[in-house]
């Protein structure tokens, strides 16, 4: 009797753990988050119906969990704000460094327009888009403290939370998955940069700020690369943008 109630209590406590670390989002039929979020309809969609290479936003509800409290706490760093993090990384490999800031989208759901195919650094990355591969993403959910000018102010703050990965119901280690891979839905080259709101100061490809056009973004940039020119001449350099004659200092001259 005594090894069952010892039993009982160990599963409590993994229990315990796991549900420290598990978000808000729904559960699709795999068993796993339903990550991808529908800015249109201010609502997570029905399916994570992603390719690794089409761009979705990828949400997060912190409602009930640590986080929620904690981001609406003093920050420690003066004229910070809180918010949310996560380290990820996909069966295919990890994907870049500066990909991991979220932005808040309305209330406790936070998010980040991203690309996986576009995302991943490793050398398995192409093996993403072959033909009914599965990108399955793992990670850990954490919070950080920023600034204007400091996109990392505070970093990887567990408010006293041992450190785990968030788990999903299924607990098989992977927060989605994508379906099984088709050609089709590729999405041009997009960074952060390319767009009016910005991703705390980042140009990472693959990544931008929650529910901004990526056609918007890439024709924006594609018009200003038009509208830009370098030559030289008597043996100096200079750039033409927006009409404008610039030496290589960037002073403009006549």
């Known amino acids: 009797m005594k090894k069952i109630f010892t039993f009982i209590a160990v599963a409590a406590m ?7 670390y598990e978000c808000n989002n729904p559960v699709g039929e795999d068993g796993r988050y339903i990550v991808k979020y529908d800015c249109a ?18 949400a997060i509800d912190i409602k009930g969990t640590w986080l929620e409290d904690w981001v609406k706490g003093t920050p420690e760093v003066a004229g910070a704000s809180r918010g949310v993090a996560c380290n990820f990384w996909t069966s295919y490999g990890d994907v870049d ?42 990670g850990q959910l954490f919070g950080f403290e920023y600034t204007a000018t400091d996109a990392g102010a505070k970093w990887w703050q567990w408010d006293n939370n041992p450190v785990g990965t968030t788990y999903a ?13 088709e050609a089709g839905r590729a999405v041009e080259d997009f960074y952060a940069n390319d767009f009016s709101e910005s991703m705390f100061g980042f140009e990472t490809k693959g990544y931008a700020a929650p529910c901004v056009s990526i056609a918007a973004g890439v024709e924006q940039t594609e018009v200003k690369a038009a509208k830009s020119a370098k030559f030289i001449e008597n043996g100096q350099l200079y750039i033409i943008s927006n009409g404008v004659k610039y030496n290589a200092l960037g002073n403009s001259v006549k």
């Open 41 to 58: 309809q201010g609502k997570f969609a029905a399916s994570n119906d992603i390719m690794a290479d089409e761009a979705f936003v990828f």
């Open 14 to 20: 993994a229990m315990a753990a796991h549900a420290q």
């Open 97 to 138: 460094g500066d990909i991991k800031r979220f932005k808040q989208i309305n209330g406790t759901v936070y998010g980040m327009t991203l690309c996986l195919s576009q995302a991943m650094t490793g050398a398995e990355a192409p093996k993403a888009v072959m033909t009914d591969s599965i990108v399955y993403v793992t």
């Open 169 to 181: 119901p299924n607990s098989d280690g992977a927060i989605f998955a994508t379906r099984p891979y």
